[in-house]
């Protein structure tokens, strides 16, 4: 009788403890913001020319100065080529936002993980991730089922992936099972809060 009450009561503790506590909600930036950055990295890989396939300029070589052109998936930096392209890099900067951007590949099984392109640097001083976390490719993986938009997190960082679509006949020269307007990757976008800037000393 005693080790039923004692077990009665080990059980009673437990299903009264209180919940584990939920992490505090990831900050995101404006959802306009996104947009525009969405907006004008879709527009670059959207434009491709025989020329850059001659040059072998595919994917993100037409998106980023990459650090080896002959192993992409290194990553690299973000080359603004217009004045449109380098303001909105200063409003996210403005608003304190550290970006880079990663393009994530479908998989070819079930088990096995897409191939990630990254990170690509948008904005100076940021924190890269040298082996991009899980997240990015499982983010990009859930835009590419839904054939839209997917929202995750990583390390405290908010992700926005949205899918990149065969633009042209040359895109499906290459991706050769798609059709023009079917995805065939998804960029993944990791926004990471500018740290707080220490106040002046006055002096």
Do not use: N
């Amino acid at each position: 009788m005693k080790k039923s009450a004692a077990f009665l009561a080990a059980l009673s503790s437990f299903s009264c403890a209180a919940p584990p506590p939920q992490a505090p909600p990831v900050e995101r930036p404006r959802a306009e913001l996104v947009a525009r950055l969405d907006e004008a990295i879709q527009a670059r890989f959207a434009v491709v020319t025989a020329k850059d396939i001659a040059k072998r300029r595919l994917g993100v070589g037409r998106v980023a100065d990459l650090l080896d052109p002959m192993v992409p998936a290194h990553g690299g930096r973000f080359s603004a080529a217009s004045p449109e392209e380098r303001d909105l890099l200063r409003k996210l900067e403005a608003e304190e936002w550290l970006a880079d951007l990663y393009l994530v590949h479908e998989r070819r099984g079930a088990d096995e993980p897409g191939m990630v392109v990254g990170p690509i640097r948008l904005t100076p001083a940021i924190p890269l991730w040298i082996h991009p976390p899980a997240e990015v490719e499982a983010t990009g993986q859930d835009a590419l089922r839904t054939a839209g938009s997917k929202s995750g997190v990583a390390r405290g960082s908010a992700l926005e992936a949205r899918v990149v679509r065969a633009s042209s006949p040359l895109c499906v020269k290459c991706h050769d099972r798609k059709s023009i307007g079917d995805p065939i990757a998804a960029v993944v976008y990791a926004f990471h809060k500018a740290p707080a800037k220490e106040p002046a000393s006055g002096r």
